[in-house]
């Protein structure tokens, strides 16, 4: 069946990058698209960036120019790399595929505290 | 961006009691989806393309609107139904959430 299941460090000093990792089965990352989306403690969801089956990537504005998104395909794994983090960073980073024409399966989420 | 915002922030509904939740876009949008989240948990989908239920969701969930305006309905509460909605837009990137229903129960 579809699973997505992130991992990365819990905590991230300020100013430094972040590096998660979204690893897939179930399905093909040639066949469908995987986003990234966070929500921080006790708020609301925000869509970060996807990777598009075909392989190009597109960012929400307000992050594109600290972030970015990249896969390998043979590890059925997405990347997330988001540089110059602060405390409003602090949140957990989903993964998700499309299906339905929504946001169908996601991970478990990651919960990263940026904090020195 | 398309701004979405939900009303109630939050409502508080006993069993058998019918509850609406509505989503208002800042601009015109195609369809609605709708995630039901209960705490600790991630998203799942809820309602899709506006009125459609995914394989697993109660039948006793509806969803309808067009334009700028749409809208989540539970015929019959149940306990189980306790949880916060969230509506989203594919309309125009950035894809959009509101900022969320907290259903309680009464």
């Known amino acids: 069946q579809v699973q997505l299941m992130e991992s990365g460090p819990g905590l991230v000093q300020p100013s430094e990058t972040l590096s998660l990792t979204c690893t897939v089965s179930?399905?093909?990352?040639?066949?469908?698209?995987v986003h990234w989306l966070r929500q921080p403690p006790g708020k609301g969801l925000e869509w970060m960036g996807v990777m598009w089956s075909g392989g190009g990537t597109d960012y929400n504005s307000t992050l594109k120019s600290r972030l970015s998104i990249s896969r390998d395909t043979s590890k059925n794994q997405v990347f997330l790399e988001m540089n110059s983090l602060q405390g409003e960073d602090t949140t957990t980073y989903y993964c998700a595929r499309e299906g339905y024409g929504g946001f169908a399966y996601w991970g478990q989420g990651t919960l990263v505290t940026v904090s020195s | 961006e398309i701004v979405l915002t939900q009303s109630p922030a939050t409502i508080a509904a006993s069993p058998g009691d019918k509850v609406t939740i509505t989503c208002r876009a800042s601009s015109s949008v195609s369809y609605m989806y709708w995630y039901q989240q209960k705490s600790g948990a991630s998203p799942k989908l809820w309602i899709y393309d506006t009125f459609k239920l995914p394989p697993g969701v109660p039948n006793r969930f509806s969803g309808s609107g067009s334009g700028t305006s749409y809208s989540l309905t539970i015929n019959t509460m149940e306990t189980e139904d306790a949880a916060t909605y969230y509506c989203?837009?594919?309309?125009?990137?950035?894809?959009?959430f509101g900022g969320g229903t907290k259903l309680e129960l009464k």
């Open positions: 989203q837009q594919w309309s125009s990137t950035p894809w959009t």
């Open positions: 179930g399905f093909s990352l040639t066949i469908y698209n």
